[in-house]
T-cell receptor, first 117, second 112 residues
Framework: KAGVTQTPRYLIKTRGQQVTLSCSPI?????VSWYQQTPGQGLQFLFE???????NKGNFPGRFSGRQFSNSRSEMNVSTLELGDSALYLC????????????????FGEGSRLTVL | DAKTTQPTSMDCAEGRAANLPCNHS???????VYWYRQIHSQGPQYIIH???NNETNEMASLIITEDRKSSTLILPHATLRDTAVYYC?????????????FGGGTRLMVKP
């Protein structure tokens, strides 16, 4: 079956602009998480959605937001872009959120590489 | 959250076993150990996870010490395609869902 699909794969924006990234999870997966990867900070958790509700949020400013639709597809938005927002943004999906004894693997997409000039 | 410590980099000869260590001395009794890897320009890929027993799948084996303070990921016959950054992660014990905390990982270089 198809993997996690992220669009666009590459994009260039300038400071002050806003950007929207899209993620289509694996069919049947209802949990979607977003991560930011930079050379300096590594992989950092942004937020997680399940059943259109944000379940967890990482330590990022309010300029970073997201949402999930009824078909489990998710979007994240970054407003008022800064140079430091240049990064690889990764989306991951799972059947349901990992919780307690219910463990599971995350399936990551190939990411959207954002460059802010 | 339990933190993990991994060597920054390791080399391995093609065809030999790659043994990647991870220290997680502050792990709690109900926290699982996960391993992911990230091949250049791709998203992380799940490898294996375990609680206290050793685990094996088609990709690797996971050996967890009896006191659970450390673990070793074993790739039995490393190939050039196994060159990647390997992350050892301890899943939070609270209801943190899929919020994984990635450290710096180990950059494994498999050489011919």
């Amino acid at each position: 079956k198809a993997g996690v699909t992220q669009t666009p794969r590459y994009l260039i924006k300038t400071r002050g602009q806003q950007v929207t990234l899209s993620c289509s999870p694996i069919s049947g997966h209802r949990s979607v998480s977003w991560y930011q990867q930079t050379p300096g900070q590594g992989l950092q958790f942004l937020f997680e959605y399940f059943s259109e509700t944000q379940r967890n949020k990482g330590n990022f400013p309010g300029r970073f937001s997201g949402r999930q639709f009824s078909n489990s597809r998710s979007e994240m938005n970054v407003s008022t872009l800064e140079l430091g927002d240049s990064a690889l943004y990764l989306c991951a999906s799972s059947l349901v959120p990992t919780s307690g004894r219910r463990t599971g693997e995350l399936f990551f997409g190939e990411g959207s590489r954002l460059t802010v000039l | 959250d339990a933190k993990t410590t991994q060597p920054t980099s390791m080399d391995c000869a093609e065809g030999r076993a790659a043994n990647l260590p991870c220290n997680h001395s502050t792990i709690s009794g109900n926290e699982y150990v996960y391993w992911y890897r990230q091949i250049h320009s791709q998203g992380p890929q799940y490898i294996i996870h375990g609680l206290k027993n050793n685990e094996t799948n088609e990709m690797a084996s996971l050996i967890i010490t009896e006191d659970r303070k450390s673990s070793t990921l074993i790739l039995p016959h490393a190939t050039l395609r196994d060159t990647a950054v390997y992350y050892c992660i301890v899943r939070p014990s609270n209801n943190a869902g899929n919020m994984l905390t990635f450290g710096g990982g180990t950059r494994l270089m498999v050489k011919p």
